[in-house]
């Protein structure tokens, strides 16, 4: 009783502490408006009405101010007020614009909204440079909701997401606010102070809502959602849309707004659709209604998005400023669909000021300290959108909610639950505790059971034991694994105990050893299931294996921001292996398996001689103009598109029993992934390298390239591999140069083609090289097709592939899967 009569008199404390204007804003039929701008005339001080067209517009003098209320579609209403006492109600009735097409004057047979795209295009630059720089106010809110949620997802309980779910399995699975202060400098930087935080149901959480994942600026030829999305004033915009002039207004201060349709000539090219509304003379936005669908955004999850602007004119700096957004989706994807909006409103900008690129770093979003820890009572003198009920009485459900589920007795009462052992637990159990935060168990994962010609089939266990140290995400990891060969009769085991230190550096520090069957290419180029399913139906046994008994020590860490160490020292054990069985579903006469020698597939010899080693490898990465978003508790790095990342690493071999196969290697990697304005997404990676002291080091020291020899890929993209060549062929303890690049023109080419473009697919090409001393160059080209399959379900990719070494050596069809 005792709280509930704080909470009380909190509320009532805050309503008469805070200056408001407070209200309601209906139209004529006394609807709620929602997203109508409010603002004190002549100035950026302003608010939103939420969902219920409830509004707070906070001031801080009793004395007279002009209110200007804007809402597409509507007529602006300008109202004086004296205000003497607080809080002050005034509640607003919109009246709906006439939109006409009367006063338009077709002088020739041009359609009259061409001509005004075309001023605006013209007047584009000029308006885009008219804001060199800017600090504002920033406000966000995030809500996503899930409707009809299974009861689990890939077989994992997800049980009622944190409180969020209701008797149906819907509701809110997201709410958190930030409040920040916004510096801005022409053409792209963007940094942001966020003061406040709140999370739903987390009281020591942080919100992700931030200004740099939602500043979307028309004025630029393409804006960014999950791809380079045209513009519909991009110099190149007729390429891509038809416009239709549906009607004229004015605005509050006379100017005649034109009301255009933005139509896309091809609906699965990367562009929008729906209503820009532009200023006439001045040629400037006025404000935006624009959808855009998951595949023109690419973001395959989302059904729809719809994007709202609206822009206020400030007669002191003479341009129109961002003031509101909102963005709508809804979204669905294996069985799970949803919907949600983020919300932001600019407010008090102070325009080209005298920022420089001196106040700008790399740092693009910091928070001030206790941004997490603000009452009730600050939020709501501050927050310039009210809460709508379901908000409300979602903060004050999860915030009850989560002091009960913190409880010892709660989280108790749920792990016996949990840990109860039932009959589907045999593949895999996990005990959880979670109030001392820790899990154990064991798993037989599917996975486990594969066949190689050295082993057999083999079965696998693995252990496990978690330990969450504190809120700084350090945790304790103790893993081990045992595996089974049925052929070779042979049991091995690996275990390992990992420490994170925090993550903000992301310290680790891993001490591990066993005994393991392991690839000669630690890249493990062929995979368990591919070399399982070659051998058993096509009695091709490509993987070659050797053991590897080992204690090894590895350490990494962000020393400094975009440059990584990672480092490793190991004491080896290595023992060549023999093939066990010639185990096969459908053995033929012509074809018997090769031997497990990948220098001679024809010897039964042993590749190497038996041998201990130690080896050291040292390797520095650096991620050129890196950009990092500090919270309390971590940093989260994000990679600049405009430069590469550089890799350089040495590798020693010493102290071992056979002198020969001491060795060191230097080696170097560049590599690059970024969008070509509406023209795709260019990717290349090269590696080179040079071995010394090393004329007759074991063979799995060598440098191995990744080939392809059963036609199937699971890659993403193929910048790591060369599909028409084998896995050993090429290896090499010299120098080496290995380059790949590949550009998906992601729907630009096969989008323009009638018929084709409606299939949504993309082509893809590529070219791939790589040089030794000791051999002709060998060079790949490809041309393939992605993005195959239907709705969301675009998981295939087809590629035809020409390889030549001193001449035409071959070619092949690739077949791509990217869903496991």
């Known amino acids: 009783m005792k709280k509930q009569l704080l909470l009380f008199l909190s509320i009532t404390f805050c309503t008469l502490a805070s200056a408001q204007i407070t209200g309601t804003i209906t139209n004529t039929k006394g609807e709620p408006l929602p997203f109508v701008n409010i603002l004190i005339e002549n100035t950026y001080k302003g608010t939103t009405s939420n969902d219920d067209g409830y509004y707070e517009l906070s001031v801080s003098e009793t004395k007279a101010y002009t209110i200007v209320y804007t809402y597409l ?86 049980g009622d997401l944190g409180g969020g779910l209701d008797s149906t399995r819907s509701g809110i699975i997201y709410l958190s606010e930030t409040i920040s202060k916004i510096q801005y400098l022409r053409p792209n930087q963007l940094k942001e102070k966020i003061t406040a935080s709140k999370v739903s149901g987390d009281d020591n959480g942080f919100s992700f809502n931030n200004a740099q994942d939602v500043y979307f600026n028309f004025y630029n030829n393409v804006v960014t959602f999950g791809g380079e999305n045209v513009s519909p004033i991009a110099n190149n915009a007729f390429s891509y849309y038809r416009y239709k002039l549906e009607g004229i207004f004015y605005d509050e201060h006379g100017n005649l707004i034109n009301k255009i349709n933005v139509i896309p000539k091809r609906q699965n090219d990367p562009v929008f659709s729906g209503t820009i509304y532009i200023v006439e003379d001045q040629w400037t936005l006025y404000a935006i209604e624009l959808d855009i669908t998951g595949t023109q955004a690419r973001i395959p999850a989302a059904d729809i998005i719809s994007l709202k602007q609206s822009f206020s004119y400030s007669k002191n700096n003479d341009l129109w400023a961002l003031i509101s957004q909102s963005i709508d989706f809804k979204y669905g994807i294996f069985g799970i669909k949803g919907d949600g909006r983020f919300t932001a409103v600019y407010s008090n900008y102070e325009f080209n000021t005298n920022l420089s690129q001196k106040d700008f770093g790399a740092e693009l979003v910091s928070f001030e300290n206790e941004a997490n820890k603000k009452d009730s009572l600050f939020w709501k003198q501050i927050r310039p959108v009210p809460l709508t009920s379901e908000e409300s009485k979602d903060y004050i459900k999860k915030d009850s909610i989560q002091i009960v589920r913190e409880s010892k007795t709660y989280l108790d009462s749920v792990d016996r639950v949990k840990n109860k052992f039932k009959l589907g637990d045999v593949l895999g159990y996990t005990y959880n505790n979670s109030y001392k935060k820790y899990s154990l168990g064991f798993d037989i994962p599917i996975g486990g059971v594969q066949f190689n010609t050295v082993q057999g089939f083999t079965t696998q266990l693995d252990l496990f034991y978690t330990k969450q140290l504190d809120e700084f995400r350090r945790y304790f990891n103790a893993n ?200 795709g997404r260019f990717s ?42 084998g896995y050993y062929d090429l290896s090499t303890n010299n120098s080496y140069l290995e380059m790949h690049a590949e550009h998906d023109f992601n729907g630009f080419i096969l989008g323009k083609i009638p018929g084709l473009n409606k299939l949504n697919f993309n082509l893809i090409v590529g070219a791939h090289n790589l040089a030794t001393p000791d051999n002709n160059p060998y060079q790949e080209f490809t041309i393939g097709i992605d993005n195959i399959g239907w709705g969301k379900w675009r998981f295939l990719r087809f590629d035809y592939i020409r390889s030549y070494q001193g001449g035409f050596q071959g070619d092949a069809i690739l077949f791509g899967l990217k869903f496991f």
Do not use: C, W
């Not at 006409?100 to 630059?125: D, F």
């Not at 001679?600 to 001689?609: G, K, Q, R």
């Open 684 to 725: 290349y990676n090269i590696r080179a390298g040079k071995f010394f002291n090393a004329d007759n080091i074991a063979f799995m020291d060598f440098q191995h390239f990744n080939g392809n020899q059963i036609n199937v890929s699971r890659r993403g993209n193929y910048t790591n591999v060369f599909n028409n060549l």
């Open 73 to 158: 579609g509507y007529k602006t209403v300008k109202k004086t007020v004296d205000i003497t006492t607080f809080p002050f109600n005034i509640d607003i009735t919109l009246e709906e614009e006439s939109v006409s097409l009367n006063e338009v004057v077709v002088e020739s047979e041009e359609n009259p909204a061409n001509a005004i795209i075309r001023q605006t295009i013209a007047k584009r630059k000029e308006n885009l440079e008219k804001i060199q720089s800017f600090k504002a106010d920033f406000y966000s809110r995030g809500l996503i909701r899930i409707k009809d949620a299974p009861e689990k997802i890939l077989g994992q309980d997800i």
């Open 480 to 679: 081990a694994s045992i595996q089974y060969g049925f052929s070779d009769d042979r049991l091995r085991a690996t275990g390992s105990l990992r420490y994170k230190f925090n993550n903000t550096n992301r310290r680790f520090l891993t001490l591990s050893g066993g005994i393991k069957v392991e690839q000669f290419n630690p890249a493990n180029p062929i995979s368990p299931i591919g070399n399982t399913i070659a051998s058993l139906f096509f009695e091709e046994n490509y993987m070659k294996l050797y053991e590897r008994r080992f204690i090894q020590l590895n350490y990494s860490e962000e020393l400094f921001n975009g440059f990584s160490l990672y480092s490793d020292i190991s004491y080896e054990n290595r023992t060549a292996l023999f093939n066990t069985t010639d185990q096969t579903f459908y053995p033929r006469a012509d074809q018997e398996y090769i031997s497990n020698n990948p220098i001679d597939p024809s010897s039964t010899d042993a590749p190497f001689e038996n041998h201990n080693i130690v080896k050291f490898n040292i390797t520095g990465q650096i991620n050129f103009g890196q950009k990092y978003l500090s919270y309390p508790d971590s940093k989260f790095n994000i990679r600049s598109e405009k430069y590469p990342t550089l890799v350089l690493s040495y590798e020693k071999g010493f102290a071992s029993t056979i002198d020969d196969y001491n060795f060191d290697q230097i080696k170097a990697r560049v590599y690059q992934s970024f969008n070509v304005a509406d023209k």
